[in-house]
């Protein structure tokens, strides 16, 4: 069985940088790729990027384009979440999930295993 255990997030203020960690156990053979999504209060859930477990590739969303970052170390299978030039905006939880499917999706319905979600605050 698949698990993703979640660290890092807190509280920052306005242009800080954070970076969420994704730990991945239980076998990762079926995995395709590892997504990030963010749900802010009141709003609904955004996806904000994923990574191809295999090549590498990664996509992010134009909201967060040139200031998130994901990467992975494959030899301890954790994926990480970089966030630069924070904004009141980016407060949300923040939760890492994993897929069968190698290609690129914002489908959290298509990602069957999920980590259990990281608050970050992000103040002015």
């Known amino acids: 069985q698949v698990q993703l255990v979640q660290s890092g997030g807190g509280a920052v203020q306005a242009g800080d940088s954070l970076k969420l960690s994704c730990s991945i156990s239980?076998?990762?053979?079926?995995?395709?790729?590892v997504g990030w999504f963010r749900q802010a209060p009141g709003k609904e859930q955004e996806f904000v990027g994923s990574?191809?477990?295999?090549?590498?590739?990664?996509y992010v969303t134009d909201s967060v384009k040139g200031r998130f970052t994901i990467s992975r170390n494959n030899a301890k299978n954790v994926v990480y979440l970089q966030m630069d030039s924070l904004n009141i905006e980016d407060t949300a939880v923040y939760h890492c999930?994993?897929?069968?499917?190698?290609?690129?999706?914002?489908?959290?319905?298509?990602?069957?295993?999920w980590g259990h979600g990281t608050q970050v605050n992000v103040s002015s």
């Open positions: 999930a994993a897929t069968h499917w190698t290609g690129t999706t914002a489908i959290s319905e298509q990602y069957p295993w």
């Open positions: 239980g076998g990762t053979s079926g995995i395709g790729a």
């Open positions: 990574i191809r477990w295999s090549s590498g590739g990664t």
